[in-house]
């Protein structure tokens, strides 16, 4: 018997290597392109920006993108107030980006996914403690509360990410709470219960492989949201300080100087925007391919 | 002989999805006399109601195409209608029963509304005379105090009496042709002699000609004149009932008939048929039923042509005659 | 149903009075208002003086019970800036908060129920991926920036609107297409899906059986029972448009709400930031009540039943 169970074991893992393979091959690929820039340059900041992001040089302040009159080939998108060059500064910015967004979805989904798993297996008292609880995150404005966690224990860059993650976990809680309330009057739970689990295990080994696809998917689009937060925390000046440079003290610096030097604001902006719109369309392909439904569609 | 009131001729219809083309109906000819209730029979995916939304121009787009073929009504091709002329004849000359009169009526409109949806696009009738004409056709069917129902909400009404409404919706225009889609399947027990006792009435009384789908055998004893048996999107014979129910001659007919559970008390056998449906999306090649069938040979592996079998008789079967 | 409101009523009581807590402890972590409302060489004496008039000497529960008390009755306490009562203050930027988000929302409809109706009557074709395609770049599209953009085009090259203020009628323009341009995309996206659900409903397609032409169908059968979830959306993004003006306001330098909790933020002028968030908040949650018992109200399921 326990060699037919390991033979059947095998089966099922090689099936599944080859279908996350195909899985992957799906993928939408001009978005997973930018993706991968975007690791790859805040990965390698310190070897593919042309140059210091913090260098001052006065006397090349103010200069326009290099397809423009006036701009120069060493400094493609020019440069700001400061001579310091634009796209070494974008480069440098998205580490930033990176760290906070992912780090800050894995901690909001962590946290909002139990808080979830939580509420929807225990139903009762449990479950609209945390319901209540997610209503009061959910009816406050979540800019100032970051703002505000942020003006008192200080802009570093873990605070940033906690505090990010302290405004975002109410988006997975309400949904994971309904697939585990769907899941917990599953027969296979109850089937678990009777065999006698403990009710915490039945959490871990039950719900949770089962709600991790639409885990996925959330945290997936939640990137991009992540990201434009941390944008918006830099740009009214609460975000991770300078000298570390971010996209979003990128737009602040150039919307003091529009027109003068309109591509300061510009380019930043633009990444933001790309980083974004490949991170959801990736989330939304991925959902696609997720659904149990995706068999009979078009 | 009456004359035809419908006939449809070599009908293909496919659906395009991720993982391929199902072709759901495969050359399907047949036809309804008029006065004549057709039964036609099948499981799932055998294409029954795939046929029937193709009847009333509802097959789904854009996945579900209606590749060929003519659907003749009255003597003319629907198929070849502009959508406002299907518009005109949907509803009031061809009239269908949808499935489950749960889900069929808008839980925000009124029943009394919905019913006169029907003839509020056909015919031109006064506010007045509308509730009154409703009410007549509410009575056709024998749901009581129709006046007070008239402003009832469906999820006010019994299963057994939403699926009322939509019958006497479908009756409201008096059509030529009435296409009923599985109509007892989605009620209880109890409710499904109520209401099969009421389309026989209506039929016995109206002369309606109807085609009835469904996959229940005994519902077509009961109520069809003739029989069309349909697997995988072929008709694979088609007799009228009391010849069909006799003398089967196609195996997957004669299978279905066996499965009907019988037996004296005590001992009920249960006969099913070998094997299982094929995946819609790949038919086998040739006869669709050879892999389940005792008598089948390397021939069947060509499609079998339809061949006669008796007076009004159709088999679509190579060996049909060693049965 | 009144069993229901009641129990709604209860649970937005619970909630508003969470955030009354939550918002008094985050102030109260942000700074020590002392050290804030006097002079950096004030004496120790002072302090404790001080310290004892703002009733700061007590312990945290007892100080949260004064808060609740005074709030219940509408007293927010005084500005450490302006010196004056905190709701008098919120009162009056309130308006101009209020023309923005109701210029925002309308926009925002204008813009995004009939991108997401036509997107999903038109499933599937290049009018529906152009919509979505819109949608989702709207959605990708930091707020601040945008903001920047528009004043960028509009103000700055072509002149054709003011970059910040509130003065004469085209001044809200810019700041409102700013604040709705997210909020647009994601009700668009909602409203397909939705529509879409509709469209798929048995309902629908009996209805077309019955020979009722198409336009009538989408009226009557579609967009009707669709209303309900899509009225649930303009009011929830009305309330959150509501809370979400304060980056909008802060590149507008628009007089409402929002640029007065950014302002009180960066001042630690904590009154005020613990009164925008609380009121912001209960409007929030008021719209969503509303919008139940509407819901509730117009179903004529739950009406009889």
Known sequence: MAGKNSTDNETRKAEQKIKFRMLIRRIPKIPAAIILLLFISSVSAQWIAPHDPTAQTLLDALKPPVWLKGGSASYILGTDALGRDVLSRIIYGSRVSVIVGFAGVLLSAFVGTLLGMIAGYSGGKIDSVIMRFTDMMLSMPYILIAMAIIAAIGPSLTNIIIALALCNWVGYTRIIRFESMKLSTAEFVDMAVISGSGRFRNLFVHILPNVLNTVLVLATLDVGKMIIFEAALSFLGLGVQPPTVTWGGLCADGRSNLSFGWWIATFPGIAIVMTCLAGNLIGDWLRDELDPRHQLRT | MDEKILEVKGLHIHFSTDRGVIRAVEGVDFFIRKREVLGLVGESASGKSVIGQALVGVVAKPAGRIVSGEILFNGQDILKKSETEVEKIRGSEITFIPQDPTTALNPLLSVGFQISEAFKYHRTLKVDDMAAEVIKVMQVVNIPSPEQRLKDYPHQLSGGLKQRVIIATALACRPDLLIADEPTSALDVTIQMQIIKLIREIQDRFHMTMLLITHNLGLVAKMCNRVAVLYCGRIVEEAPTKELFKRPRHPYTKGLLASLPKGEKGKVELYTIPGQLPNPLYHPEGCHFSPRCDLSTGKCKEVPVMEQAGEDHRVRCWRWREM | ?305
């Open chain 3, 1 to 305: 149903m009144g069993l229901y409101i009641v129990r709604r009523l209860w649970h937005s009581v619970i909630v508003v009075f969470g955030v009354i807590v939550i918002t008094f402890l985050i102030a109260r972590v942000m700074g020590d208002p002392v050290a804030l409302l006097l002079p950096p060489d004030a004496s120790k004496e002072q302090r404790i003086a001080m310290t004892h008039e703002l009733g700061l000497d007590k312990p945290l529960y007892v100080q949260l019970a004064v808060y609740v008390g005074q709030v219940v009755r509408g007293d927010f306490g005084k500005s450490f800036r302006y010196n004056q009562p905190v709701l008098r203050l919120v009162l009056e930027k309130f308006p101009a908060t209020l023309y923005l988000t109701i210029v925002a929302t309308i926009i925002s409809i204008m813009i995004s129920l009939p991108l997401g109706v036509i997107s999903a009557v038109r499933r599937g074709t290049i009018t529906d991926r152009i919509g979505m395609g819109l949608a989702v770049l709207g959605q990708s599209i930091p707020n601040f920036w945008a903001g920047i953009m528009l004043i960028l085009l509009f103000a700055v090259k072509f002149r054709l609107f003011p970059p910040s203020g509130y003065a004469g009628w085209n001044a809200v323009i810019l700041p409102a297409f700013t604040l709705a341009l997210f909020f647009a995309a994601a009700t668009a996206r909602l409203t397909r899906s939705n529509v879409l659900d509709e469209l798929d409903a048995d309902y629908v397609r009996y209805a077309r059986l019955k020979g009722v032409p198409e336009r009538t169908v989408l009226l009557r059968h579609v967009i009707r029972n669709a209303f309900i979830s899509i009225l649930n959306m303009v009011a929830l993004q009305f309330g959150l448009l509501l809370g979400g003006a304060v980056i909008t306001e802060f590149i507008f330098s628009w007089p409402g709400i929002g640029r007065l909790s950014i302002d009180a933020i960066y001042g630690r002028d904590f009154p005020v930031v613990q009164a925008t968030v609380i009121i912001t908040a209960s409007c929030f949650i008021l719209i969503n009540l509303f919008v139940d018992v509407v819901y509730m109200a117009t179903d004529p399921r739950v009406k009889r039943g």
